[in-house]
């Protein structure tokens, strides 16, 4: 079966770094995603890391080591809006197929 | 453009009775996904369809549950015979290639 594990809760103060790190266990692994949702909101695409390395998005990179089975996402220079659930999320199976953790909470304080 | 639209955005429903939520996908993505989130946890796979390939029935909970998806566009979920425990927010999702997935504001859907 698959599974993937990372934090349950992550709290940062206004203007600072964060990771988020998530393991995972699968069988035909193709990436890894994460995405962020707000209270009440839908899912919304972050980033996704199929190779080995680190992905810049703005303020948010991803990383990924495959042979590590690991990955984290990295937020710079926080801001309140921030404050939401995130999710890594591995695709399976011919890509398509995809595995969601069970998320983090982050909250930012100012 | 138009995003992922799902009906109804919100369903109560009587122990025992059937119900069906609906899916309109962004044109021109192949995938389309149902997942379930019940209140603060993770998303639960249910169903993935691609293109023409048969779908990934593989997280379906139980066979009271069904998906169709015609025409390779719009797709419906039926749960028949809901239990209490099927009480959840019933997210859909588009997809141009699998990973980047584009989520519609969901069902919440309540077993009385």
């Known amino acids: 079966g698959q599974s993937l594990e990372q934090p349950s809760e992550v709290t940062a103060v206004e203007g600072a770094i964060v990771q988020i790190n998530c393991t995972y266990q699968?069988?035909?692994?193709?990436?890894l995603s994460w995405y962020q949702q707000h209270d009440g909101g839908a899912p919304t695409f972050l980033s996704y890391n199929a190779l080995d390395g680190l992905e810049e998005t703005g303020r948010f990179s991803s990383f990924l080591s495959r042979s590590d089975s690991y990955g984290y996402l990295l937020l710079q220079e926080l801001q309140m809006k921030d404050s939401a659930s995130y999710f890594c999320a591995v695709s399976v199976t011919g890509g398509f197929k995809t595995i969601f953790g069970a998320g983090t909470r982050l909250f930012v304080k100012a | 453009g138009a995003g992922v639209s799902q009906s109804p955005s919100n369903k109560v429903t009587e122990k025992g009775k059937d119900v069906e939520l609906r899916c309109d996908p962004i044109?021109?993505?192949?995938?389309l996904y149902w997942y379930r989130q019940s209140l603060g946890q993770g998303l639960e796979f249910l169903i993935y369809f691609q293109g023409n390939s048969a779908p990934d029935k593989s997280g379906l909970p139980s066979d009271r549950f069904s998906a169709e998806r015609t025409g390779g566009s719009v797709s419906t979920l039926t749960i028949q015979r809901t239990q209490q425990e099927d009480s959840a927010v019933y997210l859909c999702?588009?997809?141009?290639?699998?990973?980047?997935?584009?989520f519609g504001p969901g069902t919440r859907l309540t077993v009385t």
């Open positions: 699968t069988s035909g692994f193709y990436g």
């Open positions: 999702a588009s997809s141009p290639e699998g990973y980047e997935q584009y």
């Open positions: 044109s021109g993505h192949t995938a």
